[in-house]
Nanobody
Framework: EVQLVESGGDLVQPGGSLRLSCAAS????????MGWVRQAPGKGREWVSA????????IYADSVKGRFTISRDNAENKVYLQMNSLKPEDTAVYYC??????????????????WGQGTQVTVSS
């Protein structure tokens, strides 16, 4: 059974930073692309970023490009999201997502097949 457990969400001031973590289990982690999606209050789920199975291919949503960095540690079965220069509009529940393929194409960012319970990120002064 696929399990994805996010952590690291918090209340942070605008301009601040946070690092989210996702611990994965129940599948061969190093064989699949992983990603992050988020859902703000009253809005639909928004794709944020994806990283290929070996980490060589990374893509970001335009809204976070240059501020967020995705990474993974295949030895630890973990994926991370470093978030810098946070803005109030980044406030959302952030979900770790697993893809059924090793590389995510920019046109297929919504095709994840599993996700976790989420971690709350609130950006406010």
């Amino acid at each position: 059974e696929v399990q994805l457990v996010e952590s690291g969400g918090d209340l942070v001031q605008p301009g601040g930073s946070l690092r989210l973590s996702c611990a994965a289990s129940g599948f061969i982690f190093s064989s699949y692309a992983m990603g992050w999606v988020r859902q703000a209050p009253g809005k639909g789920r928004e794709w944020v970023s994806a990283i290929s199975s070996r980490g060589g291919s990374i893509i970001y949503a335009d809204s976070v490009k240059g501020r967020f960095t995705i990474s993974r540690d295949n030895a630890e079965n973990k994926v991370y999201l470093q978030m810098n220069s946070l803005k109030p509009e980044d406030t959302a529940v952030y979900y770790c997502a697993k893809y059924p393929v090793p590389v995510v194409l920019p046109t297929r960012t919504r095709n994840y097949d599993s996700w976790g319970q989420g971690t709350q990120v609130t950006v406010s002064s």
